[in-house]
Nanobody
Framework: QVQLVESGGGLVQAGGSLRLSCTAS????????MGWFRQAPGKEREFVAA????????TYADSVKGRFTISKNNANNMVYLQMNSLKPEDTAVYYC????????????????WGQGTQVTVSS
């Protein structure tokens, strides 16, 4: 099992940057694929980015491709989401999630979730 805690959210102006961090507990963290998801008010939770257990494979939603970068550090049990060129439509609660087994970008495939961190982008 793994516990996840996100941090790094906040208020930023459009065009700015933020880096979200996800701290994981559990000795088997390096075996997990990791994902970032987000949920805006009144909308369903959606996929943002995912990274394979070894960091070799990454996948991004079209809406963030070229602006966001996901990375994973198995040595210190951390996952990051670097967000650049932020837009007001990026405003949401961002969640870190983990799954074992096969690599996936589907929300329903992720078993472990953090509590979320708020990102607000002002215009």
């Amino acid at each position: 099992q793994v516990q996840l805690v996100e941090s790094g959210g906040g208020l930023v102006q459009a065009g700015g940057s933020l880096r979200l961090s996800c701290t994981a507990s559990g000795r088997t963290f390096r075996e997990y694929h990791m994902g970032w998801f987000r949920q805006a008010p009144g909308k369903e939770r959606e996929f943002v980015a995912a990274i394979s257990w070894n960091g070799i494979t990454t996948t991004y939603a079209d809406s963030v491709k070229g602006r966001f970068t996901i990375s994973k550090n198995n040595a210190n049990n951390m996952v990051y989401l670097q967000m650049n060129s932020l837009k007001p439509e990026d405003t949401a609660v961002y969640y870190c999630a983990a799954r074992g087994g096969y690599y996936s970008t589907q929300i329903s495939d992720y078993a472990y979730w953090g509590q979320g961190t708020q990102v607000t982008v002002s215009s």
